[in-house]
């Protein structure tokens, strides 16, 4: 169940020092004129005014370069006995602190700008800074104080007539309660802000509203009441155009009938929303989850498809439905790895323009120490006639600045070179290194064939029945542990891990790099990740899972897949008969093809099984490796 919040007033620009440009553009005029010769004419209150400009426009891009930018302007504005900006000033380093997550600071400069505010008499600011030492503190979830600073709030924004932003903050009181499971107040409150909205006519925010209020009702287990509110908040959105707030009222109607489909009290009240029967209510979670996940992909949310699928998982798994139940859960984990790779993407493009934002920083500063070495040069050579001497020490402060700004020169470069050496970590995790450099060098990187690779399959055995028995959070981290072990024994043999295929995992020796040993070393890593499993099995039995394996050798097509957020995989016959391999292996066993056994018959013991129909294949010999404690020969 997902509530909507309205933070409409965080960090509201308090500044009077206007610009007619916005965001990049904007910081690029400031720093320019920050820099500029004509600035040196200004007076320090507008430099001040710059200062904390620059200070509010970088608290969303990069708030390390905003603090920096605010203390300027701050102890400028103190030094200048200028109180409005050094309110501003500490309001937007509040800003910036809130984003890197430090509450301690952020309350710290906010209570600051709040005191002088008040000293001052701007009953507008003030409301604003309170309503953002509140946020700080649900931040915090400290609910207590939050309901404190939104209450003083409210009370300035009514004594001042605020009637757009009081809805607001009636709603987030609303939450707060909700939170503290004080569900009567959280109603009330909620009510309050739905009559304010309709007041105003902000149809968007009633919708919103009603929909939090079906959150309220479904908190107490009154799903009548949440389907009434929810199907109402969907009825209005839908009517508006709103996507994403439909898809969340869709997912939580979804949520709402597989909770009573899970009741097991015998309360419930059957009425024209809710069906009798426990089979009836999961046919109606099943229909809006799909309503939910095919509106997730429509509007690309992938965060809500993760939710919609694990929930859709649970439903198919009620109804019986286990090899759809299973598809779900797959999809689910597939959902959660791609919202993972956004946010290695979004780390990478955020690497990157920081990367930029400082180098044209340091270019402006490198420009106007140029400029400050020109002028010097022209007045040495006006005046050296006269002044001989100063002209020797202005030559001495030529050099002096020229040695400086080579060491900083160096050390920007150092900089730069420590960024781009975390950028390239970061792509080395996601494609093999000779891919990587061709795609570096070339912008993009061809599929090439190997003749002589062998791939490695394994899959948790009954992973849906264990998914039955540990908590999501329990299985995932089970998931994450086993993997990252499966990693280490990969790397040790020089083995290229591929993808995971949610409980599955694929790898694959020589390529990029041809290995004469890629079957050996792949048998052996096998052994590895089996005694691995076999030990865990034995330490923490069924909060861990069963494992089969399979191998086979042969020729693979590899290569990047689309043009965004880049896959490295392989394709051919050799990746599907691994896949048979492990299919037609057993719990604790590694089956391995002929093909694979004549490359490491003399090196690995085995035992033939005969030839065993494989789907799709046809009849085809195969061995296990034999079971004395995986001895090998030789």
């Not at 896959?567 to 050799?574: K, R, S």
């Amino acid at each position: 169940m997902k509530k909507l919040f309205f933070a409409l007033l965080v960090f509201l620009p308090v500044l009077s020092y206007a610009q007619p440009k916005q965001g990049q553009a904007l910081i690029d005029s400031l720093v320019k004129e920050l820099n500029s010769d004509s600035h040196k004419d200004k007076e320090d209150s507008v430099k001040a005014a710059i200062l904390i400009g620059l200070c509010f426009d970088y608290y969303n891009i990069d708030p390390d370069k905003g603090i920096q930018y605010g203390r300027q302007g701050l102890q400028l504005a103190e030094k200048l006995d200028l109180r409005k900006k050094t309110a501003q000033a500490n309001y937007y380093l509040g800003a910036n602190y809130t984003v890197k997550a430090d509450c301690p600071a952020a309350l710290d400069c906010l209570l600051k700008a709040l005191k002088i505010y008040e000293e001052l008499g701007d009953k507008r600011n003030i409301a604003l800074t309170l309503y953002n030492i509140a946020r700080v503190f649900v931040i915090q979830k400290n609910t207590g104080h939050a309901l404190e600073y939104y209450f003083k709030t409210l009370a300035i924004q009514q004594e001042i007539k605020d009637t757009a932003n009081i809805p607001y903050t009636l709603g987030d009181i609303g939450s707060a309660y909700e939170v503290q499971k004080n569900y009567p107040k959280a109603l009330e409150y909620y009510n309050q802000a739905l009559a304010a909205n309709r007041k105003i006519g902000n149809n968007l925010a009633i919708a919103d509203n009603i929909g939090n209020m079906g959150c309220v009702f479904m908190d107490q287990y009154d799903y009548a009441s949440a389907l009434q509110y929810f199907f109402e908040a969907l009825k209005m959105n839908e009517a508006l155009g709103n996507k994403s707030s439909s898809l969340i009222n869709i997912g939580n109607i979804g949520e709402c009938y597989l909770a009573v489909a899970k009741d097991t009290t015998g309360n419930l009240k059957h009425n024209e929303l809710i069906p009798a029967g426990k089979t009836a209510n999961l046919h109606k979670a099943v229909e809006y989850l799909n309503r939910g996940i095919a509106l997730s992909r429509e509007i690309g949310d992938l965060e809500e498809l993760e939710i919609y699928t694990k929930d859709r998982s649970e439903a198919e798994e009620l109804s019986g439905n286990y090899k759809t139940a299973l598809g779900d859960y797959k999809l689910f984990v597939t959902a959660k790895d791609s919202v993972f790779n956004i946010d290695n993407n979004v780390k990478i493009t955020n690497l990157e323009t920081k990367r930029d934002l400082e180098l044209k920083d340091k270019q402006i500063e490198i420009n106007n120490k140029q400029i400050q070495i020109d002028k010097l040069e022209v007045a040495k050579k006006n005046h050296e006639r006269w002044f001989f001497v100063a002209g020797i020490a202005a030559l001495l402060v030529i050099i002096f600045i020229t040695l400086r700004n080579i060491k900083r020169q160096k050390r920007s470069n150092h900089l730069l070179s420590k960024e781009k050496q975390k950028s390239e970590r970061l792509l080395l995790n996601i494609l093999p290194a000779e891919v990587a450099e061709e795609l570096k060098e070339k912008g993009k990187a061809h599929a090439k064939y190997y003749d002589d690779v062998t791939v490695l399959f394994t899959d948790f055995v009954d992973f849906t029945k264990a998914g039955e028995r540990m908590k999501p959070q329990e299985l995932i981290d089970e998931l994450d542990a086993c993997f990252k072990e499966f990693d280490e024994i990969a790397d040790k043999y020089n083995i290229e891990k591929i993808k995971t295929i949610g409980d599955a995992y694929l790898a694959v020796a020589g390529l990029p790099t041809a290995d004469p040993n890629h079957a050996e070393n792949t048998v052996r890593a096998a052994i590895e990740i089996n005694a691995f499993m076999a030990a865990r099995q034995a330490k923490l039995g069924n909060n861990t899972f069963a494992i089969r394996i399979g191998i086979h050798s042969g020729s693979v097509v590899a290569g990047i897949v689309g043009l965004k957020k880049f896959a490295y995989d392989i394709w051919g016959d050799t990746v599907n008969t691994a896949a048979r391999m492990e299919q037609n292996s057993e719990t604790g066993k590694i089956n391995i093809s002929q093909t694979t056994y004549k490359l490491v018959k003399d090196k690995i013991n085995c035992t033939y099984r005969g030839e065993i129909d494989a789907k799709g294949k046809g009849a085809m010999k195969m061995y296990y490796v034999s079971a004395e404690a995986f001895s090998t020969k030789g």
